[in-house]
């Protein structure tokens, strides 16, 4: 029976392929005393199915390809905060992430040596218990045989497990406090008791608003208008205010009058409330203050929810694909409101391949450019790093004249989980006899050292940042998230610290990371193999 199917996997390897992507991820599903190994356990899979049936391989570029899309939706998706923490604060966090890492190789190397383990075992090592496949793929190309994968494979799990665990007893013995989440949207009914001296028009009373408060509209005489500077004001007059913090509403009461909620929000007759999806890509990339208004449509935005996040629109705020807009609109416009914004929910799933392509194009070349390094060799950014970078910068600029960079988060998430979990099974099928073999023999030495290299990085990052550098906890463990890398140990760091900072600073962190990763095996392989 085995064999019959070990026949079957091997003269059918598109076949092997998708059964340990569905059956990976049936498997990343179960959770153990709230652990799990996620999309990671497809590679565990394709390790059975290789060791099953030997001649199953996946040829050709598959599992490049894969990788390829992987890399590009990440830099896409963190383009922005990885710039924004080039400066300020995260240059500390990406400083010490990168301390972090070099230590973690530094260590795995000496171990490597003193075990007498070969060099392309123990960069894959490295590159398992950073759970990092694009360290991986550069040690693939690097050595030019499987032996990183064989490393790669029995150090991951603990990869995944070794943070989850230093992040626990971290925690206990902090036992750090956090203040509730800010909500993001506050609205609140003002009806004007005085105007302060000088104060006559609605655009006097706009230079007087806090940060992040912006009016939506006016009632006068029982009717509801929209904001314009050059309306005069009145006692007696309503104002729809809405603001990113609760106490900014006081802020504003204490200047201008009372809080009488009913009046602008249960009359409709001149102005409707309307959500709707953002789904032209003419829309995108532009500043709302600069977007181009439908002719002789009155029409305001009055607040947007992004992912699962609410927000105040600003006028150099920009839309995207997947934003759903709440718009203060005539109820004769409603129909012409909806067509400017699209609202077609399949647009979220939708992005540009002209955009994605030629990404990727300069991704890939970009990763062929030779780096010289005196002393050292040539060494390149490679599948690993060239569409990353390049994701980077376009996910920053957004636009560039016709060409939208961006796309929605589903499309995102999609693109970038089913290119890892192509790379994933191609690597593990491919690996599969050679690591059956390779655990029997030293397998637990493989893990051992593993263990050690990941734990490097992990309390560096907590101890050095805790104590010496006093970075806030959410912070903390969102930096420690990104320099090892699995999405599992940020998910289990957002329980630990339930915050959005863990995911902010893990933004800033997991690209740069990433990128030393590449660059420092394949110097460090140089070095030894030279």
Known sequence: ????????????????????????????????????????????????????????????????????????????????????????????????????????????????????????????????????????????????DKSPSIGYSVSYPFGVIGPILCFYFMTRAVKPTFPPAPERFHMAEITIERLPAGVVTLGDVMKLLPAGVQISSVRRDHHNQ??????????????????????AI?????????????RLGKDRSDLS?????????????????????????????LHLRRYDVDIVPSPDLMLE???????LVPPEHIATARAFFGDTVKAAAEFSYISVGLGMVLGVLLGLVPIPLPGVGTVTMGIGGGPLIVALIVGRLRRTGPITWVMPLPANIVLRNFGLTLFLATVGINSGQAFLTTVVQTGPV??????????????????????????????????????????????????????????????????????????????????LLG
Do not use: C, W
């Open 273 to 301: 409330y309307q959500r709707f999806f953002v789904s032209k890509q003419g829309l995108t990339g532009v500043p709302l203050a600069e977007l181009p208004m439908p002719d002789g449509v009155p029409l305001h935005v």
């Open 446 to 527: 493989l893990l051992l050292v593993g263990a050690v290299v990941v734990l490097t990085t992990v309390l560096i990052v907590l101890l050095v940042g805790h104590f010496l550098l006093r970075i806030p906890y959410d912070d903390l463990l969102g930096i420690a998230s990104g320099a090892t890398g699995n999405p599992a140990i940020l998910i289990y760091a957002g329980r630990m610290a339930p915050t959005e900072r863990t995911n902010i600073s893990y933004a800033m962190i997991f690209p740069s990371a990433t990128l030393v990763k590449v660059v420092g095996v394949q110097i460090a392989g140089l070095v």
């Open 250 to 262: 006081g802020e504003v009461v204490a200047v201008l009058g009372r809080v009488e909620p009913g």
């Open 1 to 144: 029976m085995m064999a019959a199917l070990g026949d079957l996997l091997a003269s059918q390897p598109i076949l092997s392929l998708f059964l340990a992507v569905a059956l990976g991820y049936a498997v990343g599903q179960i959770n153990i005393a709230g652990f799990s190994l996620g999309i990671g356990a497809v590679l565990f899979v394709g390790l059975a199915i290789g060791a099953i049936a030997p001649k199953a391989q996946i040829t050709g570029p598959i599992g490049l390809i894969g990788l390829t899309m992987f890399l590009y939706g990440i830099g896409i998706l963190y383009g922005r905060q990885f710039f924004e923490g080039l400066s300020g604060p995260g240059r500390i966090y990406n400083l010490l992430s990168f301390g972090s890492v070099i230590a973690a190789l530094l260590v795995s190397l000496a171990l490597g040596r003193l075990i007498g383990v070969g060099t392309g075992e123990i960069l894959g090592v490295f590159a398992g218990s950073m759970t990092s496949t694009p360290t991986l793929q550069a040690a693939l190309d690097l050595i030019g």
């Open 226 to 247: 929209l904001p314009a500077e050059s309306v005069m004001l009145r006692t007696g007059d309503g104002l729809l205010v809405v603001a990113e913090r609760p106490e």
């Open 321 to 327: 694909i997947g934003d759903r807009v709440g718009v």
